[in-house]
């Protein structure tokens, strides 16, 4: 019963916490198709946990700061059509990672550390990180409860948006704030290696099963939460690294979906059996 | 009263990256009035329209919206883009889209009420859209499409509402859907601008014509407004006449004529 370990118990609520918000923040990513951007920012705070490190501060504060700035660096070079927006973030994110890597290589530890950052270290989560990863999750999806409205509008018509005189530029960079909120809280339980997989994976799964965003988003929570669960105790029981275990039962219930969903699924489109209107979303005329 | 002004334009110049597409707009929308915007591709009806609600900033002038700047009119103003602008795959329903017309009265953190509902559910009912409320968009035909936008422009309850091409490859009823919404409104004394390709349907259903080409060539009556020079200043070359009041033939570059043996449901498709 590996639950008679307090390290697991820790670590199985961290997972879940991490599994919930990683799937309710990725449905906006995936909406707006932006895996780019969230792989970029996973990256991106190498440099912000080297630099945490040499101070000996908070990681996780090291690792929010880095993230927070790339954000909102990709936001100011692409701002005006200066810059399409992905090479921004191919920009920035590579000279982040670099910057990360070099100063890593300073520090004599530097293998395991950068081991864990990158592929997370789930069992090592400790109290104070535990009630940290948990504050900033509830802080994120109550960000996300409570303005639903306002970020649904403008992340589906901004034009509306800007025309009911909401500030979009605003709301854009906070969700670019909560969705790097997201993936420092991920680093210990995923790393930064697999933390895109999460944002991505439930919330496309979920794309496949629904039709309304709170649906798709509640649906997501649980196939993260699910994949959490059953990854750790894979993990535990097979002796495979944790996170590569959450992100492969994620994957597995996303191919599952992409066979099988009902109307949408590779197995129903080889049948030739739709349902009435299930899939002419890319028709334009009547 | 009866000669109160809706829209009133001051020297508005907008346009793209340093290029002004349209110059020196000067016009003034009487309440209630019902207006077509007609000109070339490019002339600049789709820029007039960002230019009115503040989507491109002005380079000159201003607009006031029954007296105030319309950045401070907001509330007061819908404006229905183009329909290739949004994204159809997106998870959400008719209903839904009819709702978001309330946000901006809703205000901060404020969820839609039951009357929201109702009102969005009988627009949706006006529309003909009453069975799909539940639908995602992503499975509505492009005439419904384009008349839920109009559902969900009206849940704004504006008093001016602008909408660009709304007839632009939309099915017969659906036109004439429209046609009897923005009759209904400016009899409710609600203010119209569209644009159209068609100006034979301009000529026709609107009770003021708006000519541009990348600057105001005429506004008023659409017996004022056109006439020969008018015609020729915005499309060329004058290649249709005026008789008695009518507009007889219409072969202008933007338009090809309409086919005489095209099935009925084509009727005014083009563009």
Redesign the interface.
């Known amino acids: 019963m590996p639950l008679g370990y307090a390290f697991m118990q820790r670590g199985l609520l961290a997972s879940l916490v991490v599994g919930i918000v990683c799937a309710i923040i990725g449905c906006y990513v995936v909406?707006r198709g932006m895996a780019f951007l969230g792989d970029a920012l996973a990256h991106a705070v190498l440099p912000g946990v080297a630099v945490a490190y040499l101070w000996r501060v908070n990681l996780l504060v090291g690792a929010l700061v880095a993230a927070v700035a790339v954000a909102l660096g990709i936001g100011l070079f692409s701002r005006g059509g200066r810059l399409r927006e992905d090479t921004a973030i191919g920009i920035l994110f590579a000279a982040a990672l670099a910057l990360g890597v070099a100063l890593m290589s300073t520090i004599k530890t530097y293998s395991t550390d950068l081991t864990h950052i990158l592929f997370g270290n789930v069992l090592g989560v400790s109290e104070s990180d535990l009630l940290l990863t948990a504050g900033l999750g509830l802080a994120v999806l109550a960000i996300v409860l409570?303005?639903y409205?306002?970020l649904?509008?403008v992340f589906?018509?901004p034009?509306?948006a800007?025309?009911?005189?909401l500030p979009v530029d605003v709301l854009r960079s906070l969700l670019l704030i909560l969705l790097a909120l997201t993936i420092v809280v991920s680093l210990q339980t995923v790393g930064a290696g697999l933390v895109a997989a999460l944002l991505v994976t439930p919330a496309a799964t979920a794309?496949l099963l629904?039709?309304?965003?709170p649906s798709?988003m509640l649906l997501a929570a649980g196939i993260g939460a699910f994949s959490a669960l059953a990854g750790l105790y894979l993990s535990f029981y097979v002796d495979v690294a944790s996170g590569a275990a959450v992100v492969l039962v994620c994957t597995l219930v996303f191919l599952v979906a992409f066979l099988f969903a009902p109307g949408r699924g590779l197995a129903w489109e080889r049948l030739g059996r739709r349902p009435q209107?299930g899939s002419?979303?890319?028709t334009?005329?009547? | 009263m009866q000669t109160a002004t809706a829209l009133e334009v001051d020297n508005l110049t907008v346009g793209y990256n340093g290029q002004p597409v349209l110059s020196g707009v000067n016009l003034s929308v009487p309440v209630g009035a019902k207006v077509a915007i007609v000109g070339p591709n490019g002339a600049g009806k789709s820029t007039l329209f960002k230019g009115l609600v503040g989507l491109l900033p002005a380079r000159t002038g201003r607009v006031l919206v029954h007296g105030r700047p319309v950045a401070q009119a907001l509330d007061n103003v819908a404006y229905v883009p183009q329909r290739e602008e949004v994204d159809w795959s997106f998870p959400v329903t008719a209903l839904d889209v009819v709702l978001m017309g309330r946000y901006g009265r809703l205000g901060w953190l404020r969820r839609p009420s039951r009357q929201d509902r109702a009102l969005a559910r009988g627009l949706l009912d006006e529309l003909g859209l009453g069975d799909l409320a539940g639908k995602p968009i992503g499975d509505l035909s492009g005439g419904q499409q384009q008349r839920l936008f109009l559902a969900r422009a009206l849940a704004q309850e504006p008093a001016l509402l602008l909408m660009d091409e709304p007839f632009a490859a939309v099915d017969e009823p659906t036109q004439n859907a429209i046609l009897d919404i923005l009759t209904q409104l400016t009899q409710r004394r609600t203010t119209v601008l569209i644009s159209t390709h068609d100006l034979e349907l301009a000529f026709e259903q609107f009770d003021h014509l708006l000519l541009i080409n990348h600057r105001v060539v005429a506004f008023g009556p659409p017996q004022t407004a056109l006439n020969p020079r008018t015609l020729a200043d915005t499309f060329g070359a004058p290649s249709f006449s005026l008789s008695e009041g009518r507009l007889l033939s219409l072969t202008n570059k933007c338009c090809p004529p309409i086919p005489e043996n095209k099935p009925a449901h084509g009727g005014r498709q083009h563009g």
Not at chain 1, 162 to 165: C, R
Not at chain 1, 210 to 213: A, G, I, K, N, Y
């Open positions: 909406l409570l303005l409205k306002e649904l509008l589906f018509d034009v509306l800007a025309t009911t005189g794309q629904t039709r309304r965003l798709m209107g002419k979303r890319w334009t005329e009547h």
